[in-house]
């Protein structure tokens, strides 16, 4: 779990590392660097041969609604959450134009997670720039819980509206409670 209090505390150019084993025989690596105004999603993929990184620049303003779209995907439409139907949230605004989807499949993992998708940088042949983080990354590993804080110091800051309050402690169903609860694979 990430040092909470070392994430409040970041200062511009710093950054917080996530990874965890892949069933790909190799790590992705996943950063959030915080920036001057903005805050970087980095993932590097060591592919023997054919590694590569992905960034996703998000103006600091748009990590409350990040935390808040996927509370809003989570939760039932009758605790908040949004119509079943919905598949993805954007965010626009003169920095930045976002989307987040729930993803069912991520890291060839059949785990379920997000991608969040940077709609003003194309990348062909496949669409836009996009970053999957699975469930578990997310909420075993604490990266929700970092980018909740970070979310909450910009609205603090800021004098802004904080985070939905569901989202400390929140967890998707299949999860269980905590972590020792996941199962360790969704199919038998």
Do not use: C
Not at 33 to 52: F, Q, R, S
Not at 86 to 110: N, Q, W
């Amino acid at each position: 779990m990430p040092d909470i209090e070392f994430i409040r505390g970041l200062s511009p150019g710093e950054s917080v590392h996530y990874s965890h084993p892949s069933m790909l025989g190799y790590a992705p690596r996943f950063h959030l660097i915080k920036g001057n105004g903005v805050t970087l999603l980095v993932k590097t993929v060591p592919i023997p041969g054919d590694p590569y990184e992905t960034v996703i620049e998000i103006p600091e303003e748009a990590s409350r609604w990040l935390v808040d779209a996927m509370v809003a995907l989570l939760l039932p439409p009758g605790k908040g959450g949004t119509p079943g139907s919905t598949l993805f949230l954007d965010h626009e605004s003169p920095e930045a134009h976002l989307r987040i989807r729930r993803t069912m499949s991520v890291e060839a993992e059949d785990d379920p997670g997000f991608t969040v998708i940077d709609l003003r940088r194309p990348q062909p042949p496949w669409g836009n720039v996009a970053i999957a983080w699975s469930d578990r990354l997310l909420f075993d590993g604490g990266l929700f819980e970092a980018l909740h804080v970070l979310a909450k110091n910009w609205a603090t800051a800021h004098a802004q509206e904080s985070p939905r309050p569901e989202a400390p402690g929140l967890r998707p169903n299949w999860m269980g409670k905590s972590p020792a609860d996941t199962p360790k694979a969704i199919k038998p």
